[in-house]
Nanobody, 121 residues
């Protein structure tokens, strides 16, 4: 059993900052990558940023230069520092982890419960 627990969402004015955190726990052998996705009603869930075990990162074009993703391997945690927030960043943010639960090549995808981020204009 694997759980991802998120924290840090909330309401902020445009131009402000928030920091999201997500910690993984349970039967984890190793983590390949962790990241953040977001979703607004009526739209597909989209990648915001992810980070691989070696440190490589990917960002959505809309957040480049404003958001920073980081991972603490020892804590099995991923963070998203969001600066210069815009109203269009308003969404439910979901933590994602791609990990192995045993020493095999099989990688499983896990999701957090989601945390609301609301940016007021």
């Amino acid at each position: 059993q694997v759980q991802l627990v998120e924290s840090g969402g909330g309401l902020v004015q445009a131009g402000g900052s928030l920091r999201l955190a997500c910690a993984a726990s349970g039967s984890i052998f190793s983590i390949s990558a962790m990241g953040w996705y977001r979703q607004v009603p009526g739209k597909q869930r989209e990648l915001v940023a992810d980070i691989f075990r070696g440190g490589n990162t990917n960002y959505a074009d809309s957040v480049k230069g404003r958001f920073t993703v980081s991972m603490d391997n020892a804590k099995k945690a991923v963070y998203l520092q969001m600066n210069s927030l815009k109203p269009e960043d308003t969404a439910v943010y979901y933590c994602n982890a791609r990990l192995q639960t045993s020493p095999t090549p099989y990688t499983f995808n896990y999701w957090g419960q989601g945390t609301q981020v609301t940016v007021s204009s």
